[in-house]
């Protein structure tokens, strides 16, 4: 799945993608997440947030693929649009027996299950809950290399919400950013837009390289599942998704950065 050494542009990438999704539509019936292993089946009973909920069974689940608005915790508040992520979630899924489908790694170190999710029962129309919070516009993609099974199929998704300004992505809450116009002190997931400087090495353990940004203090730190991404050439324009903290933005994956312009 490493796309890192491609130079097509992302509109291609989309309409290559769309045109996949269409296809399939005109044939039989196809599972998108065909392929990945069959995981447990269960009701779920409670939605923590707009990717995590839990099942009848006492499994908590993380949806894979996605990001969505954290709740609150710990005395923090809950982040913008958190109680609107979360309802989306709610309404497709609460009370609805689902099964999990795994494509790597299936628990992470809080036990919770590590899963793309798909209504199993008939109270209503069939979701795959993570792709459905993308299309409502209330969860970005963000994709880790354990998990990235069927996260590609997610990207197009994604830019159809935004250009429709669907869900979170009417008004201003969430846009595209510049990097060079990001606060200094922004700490959290981010989606920016910028044109790559230059490259040098990292000293952070499992950080292969570091990409500075013209007109900008933030540094793309391309850990080591990304590493095909430290060959790109410099002026290269490109759309990066992670999180941020003291002007730094991990770069985990090949499908976090986009390629937006040939160099």
Known sequence: MDEAGRRTPIRNFVIFAAALIVGACGRAPSDP???LAVGERGRVVRVIDGDALVLSTGQSVRLIGIEAPAGPS???DGEAGFEESKRALEDMALGREVELRYGG??????DRALAHVVTTDTLGPKYWLNAEMVKRGA?????????AAANDLLL?????AREAKTGLWKGRLWTITQADALPDTFQGFQVV???????QGSDFRGVSCDVLLERSLLVLEIESAAA????????????ARGYVRN?????THPLNLEILEEP
């Open 33 to 35: 997440l065909e392929g």
């Open 74 to 76: 710990r005395g923090r």
């Open 105 to 110: 790694l299936t628990r992470d170190r809080y």
């Open 139 to 147: 969860a970005r993609v963000r994709v880790y290399p354990d998990t």
């Open 156 to 160: 197009p998704l994604e830019v159809a």
């Open 193 to 199: 837009e910028a044109v790559t400087g230059g490259m």
């Open 228 to 239: 095909a991404l430290c060959q790109m050439d410099p002026d290269t324009r490109i759309r």
């Open 247 to 251: 002007l730094r933005m991990e770069i």
